[in-house]
């Protein structure tokens, strides 16, 4: 079991950047494959990037390709979500998902993992 702490939320104008951070407890973090999920209010959560536990391989929904750039470094058991171009549709609660030895596939399914508690990008234009 992992936990997950997330931060780096807060209020930008459309335009503007955020770089969103989680940090996982655990001997074995190298084994998790990260996502970044998203909630707005009325809405249901939505995958945003996830990352694989090997090589890299990265996958991001349609809304943010090419604005969003998600990263981790092993070494210090984090994983990073860079947003650039901010919308105010992307005004949400980000929430990260760590799954063990997932695919990049299963990496976007809402419906499981571990998370941590959020943290809030309001985004004003």
């Known amino acids: 079991q992992v936990q997950l702490v997330e931060s780096g939320g807060g209020l930008v104008q459309a335009g503007g950047s955020l770089r969103l951070s989680c940090a996982v407890s655990g001997r074995t973090f190298s084994t998790y494959t990260m996502g970044w999920f998203r909630q707005a209010p009325g809405k249901e959560r939505e995958f945003v990037a996830a990352?694989?536990?090997?090589?890299?391989?990265?996958y991001y929904a349609d809304s943010v390709k090419g604005r969003f750039t998600i990263s981790r470094d092993n070494a210090k058991n984090t994983v990073y979500l860079q947003m650039n171009s901010l919308k105010p549709e992307d005004t949400a609660v980000y929430y990260c998902?760590?799954?063990?030895?997932?695919?990049?596939?299963?990496?976007?399914?809402?419906?499981?993992?571990?998370w941590g508690q959020g943290t809030q990008v309001t985004v004003s234009s």
């Open positions: 998902n760590a799954k063990l030895l997932a695919t990049i596939q299963a990496a976007t399914n809402p419906l499981s993992g571990s």
């Open positions: 990352i694989a536990w090997s090589g890299g391989i990265t």
